[in-house]
């Protein structure tokens, strides 16, 4: 089968014809070039940026620290992401990938590796901001990078495998955590959760250094491919820019209400996700588990099944071209999921249930939102909306664990918190259904 395209860049220059399945081949060799490496190095971005929870388990009784210390520190992370993340992504628009990524990553695995050298709150407190100023442009810059290789009618596909880094850092994360923390304690005369914190910082910094000589900064640099093939993809990329009304100056993103919108469901999506993140392991511990290892591998379980819903939802969603009623349902199974687990909360099969129900909505939905931007931004403006919609959004991230922290610390429990972040993800769902059709995916 062919697809006839008009050559964007030149209105006169004959029909570009392209075999489908030359098409997918091109696609193919770029996702077996690029993903594998984006994937592992957010799954140690994400090891690094979440053990703190595992470090939880130990960490506050070896320091004193109550759970609102814990909460407060653990959310810090976020102010230090929100206040770096908008410069760091039109920095890397200008400087390129390979430099951007490089620099974050190795910046970061010393500054986690730094934390097992804590000892008081304010130590915790400015370790934690430091970390979050390190990953800043992360996230978003991948996400980035993923728009100038892959057009919007594939790219739900592209970002699940990149996101897939969340619920795999959970499968082999959890399990390697709690390992760690009872196998490496006392060696050295330091805590478990120390020895958890540098060794999981290594790989963190390995990546970072081999980021700089794996990347290309564009398609036109990536000698992997045929001259044909980086045709392909650039026609594609280029014929989507033309059709996309959107904008191309910086400034604009600020004062575009679709962008606020979409940073409030980030926002609402991520309170959710980040509950999961950094109290999953307690919550389990809550519902009666007292082995860290034990921990470790069932917190495993909502993750491995939240991998497979990521896939799969992505996929369905870019094979019917539809993104708000993917991206709503996910939502609201997350939100029924939380409420279950405070309902549920004493009963270990019941709570496990409900929190794997919550991470496969909350991470399914991941995916499938961050096709939307591309939408309505093109440009620099593309760099600057990714990254805006992120800060705001993972300000969530110091909202939700500081929240539970209080909350525990007042009530002795969990559950009012998590009916809150409940609500909230309820909303963020109720806000999707209101996005103009602008920001709705093309049909492919």
Sequence with gaps: MNITLSHSANADAPPLVIEKFEENATYRKVTLRLMPFLLLAYIFAYLDRINVGFAKLHMLSDLGFSNAIYGL????????????????NVLMHRIGARRTISRIMILWGLISAGMAFVETPMQFYIMRFCLGVAEAGFYPGILLYLTYWYPSARRAKAIALFMLAIPL??????????????AMDGVGNMNGWQWMFIIEAVPSVLCGLAAFYFLDDRVKEAKWLTPRERQIIEHNLQDEQSHIQGHTGFGQVFKDVRVIRLAAICFCMLLGQYALTFWLPTLIKQAGVESALEIGMMTAIPFGVAATAMVLLSRSSDKLGERRYHLSCALLLGSLG??????????????????????????????????????????????????????FGNLAGFVSPYLIGWVKDLTQSTDAALFVLAAML????????TMPKTARQRQP
């Design 73 to 88: 520190g653990a959310g810090l992370f976020f102010i230090g992401y929100f206040f770096f993340e908008v410069p760091s």
């Design 169 to 182: 850092s959970g499968v082999f994360g959890g399990p390697l955590s709690g390992w760690l923390l009872g």
């Design 338 to 391: 939380l409420v279950c687990s405070a309902l549920f909360s004493n009963s270990l099969s019941l709570a496990m249930m409900s929190l794997t129900v919550a991470a496969a909505g909350i991470l399914a939905a991941t995916p499938v939102f961050w096709t939307l931007p591309s939408a309505i931004l093109k440009g620099v403006s593309s760099a600057a909306g990714l990254a805006l919609i992120c800060a």
């Design 426 to 433: 309820a909303l963020g769902a109720l806000i999707v259904l």
